[in-house]
């Protein structure tokens, strides 16, 4: 199993991005799928979750800016990020709760995506 993240960048303050993070390999289901973000220095921070229901969860500094959403048929997590701010900047995690083929759970995790805002 695999998760492939992409879509961050170099944006102005104000501007969007929208990240992607694909999930490929052995996969029987996808539970819960997630976004996460470390800034240098920092502890890795929850940014929003999404069931595979659709039911949304997000960090209070993100809230009305950012959007997480998912395409179950493809086994795709994204993240509408608009009105960003200095403070957004960091690497971006995607996570995934899944079951494999076997019937194995686990938690995988991407390998994390730039995001730098410039002020």
């Known amino acids: 199993v695999q998760l492939q993240a992409s879509g961050g960048g170099l944006v102005q303050a104000g501007g969007s991005l929208r990240l992607s993070c694909a999930a490929s390999?052995?996969?029987?289901?996808?539970?819960?799928m997630g976004w996460y973000r470390q800034a240098p220095g920092k502890q890795r921070e929850l940014v929003a979750t999404?069931?595979?229901?659709?039911?949304?969860n997000y960090a209070d500094s993100v809230k009305g800016r950012f959007t997480i959403s998912r395409d179950n048929a493809k086994n795709t997590l994204y993240l509408q990020m608009n009105s960003l701010k200095p403070d957004d900047a960091a690497v971006y995690y995607c996570?995934?709760?899944?079951?494999?083929?076997?019937?194995?759970?686990?938690?995988?995790w991407g390998q994390g995506t730039q995001v730098t805002v410039s002020s």
């Open positions: 996570n995934a709760d899944l079951i494999d083929v076997i019937g194995r759970r686990n938690h995988y």
């Open positions: 390999g052995s996969i029987l289901r996808i539970n819960v």
């Open positions: 999404i069931t595979s229901a659709g039911s949304t």
